[in-house]
Nanobody, 118 residues
Framework: QVQLVESGGGLVQAGGSLRLSCAAS????????MGWYRRAPGKQRELVAS???????NYADSVKGRFTISRDNAKNTMYLQMNSLKPEDTGVFYC????????????WGQGTQVTVSS
């Protein structure tokens, strides 16, 4: 059994910062690509940032220069440092990971709410 658990969401004023964490636990053999997705109110879930097992990153244009994705492979944990937050960053953030356990599966966390007030 593999689980992804996010933490670090909350309420912050515009211009503030938050750091999200996503920890994988259970029978993890290897974690390949990981990513953060956001579902804004009334919109579909969209990719915010992704990172490969070797550290190559990719960002949505809307967060470039403000968000930084990273991972600690020894801890099976991924992070999203969010700076200069804007009200339009508000949404539920989900972590996603392709994890090799008994086989390769695509896992999702339960989501963490980020609310940015103006």
């Amino acid at each position: 059994q593999v689980q992804l658990v996010e933490s670090g969401g909350g309420l912050v004023q515009a211009g503030g910062s938050l750091r999200l964490s996503c920890a994988a636990s259970g029978s993890v053999i290897r974690i390949d690509a990981m990513g953060w997705y956001r579902r804004a109110p009334g919109k579909q879930r969209e990719l915010v940032a992704s990172i490969t097992s070797t550290g190559t990153t990719n960002y949505a244009d809307s967060v470039k220069g403000r968000f930084t994705i990273s991972r600690d492979n020894a801890k099976n944990t991924m992070y999203l440092q969010m700076n200069s937050l804007k009200p339009e960053d508000t949404g539920v953030f989900y972590c996603n990971a392709k994890i090799v356990s008994a086989a390769l599966y695509n896992y999702w966390g339960q989501g963490t709410q980020v609310t940015v007030s103006s």
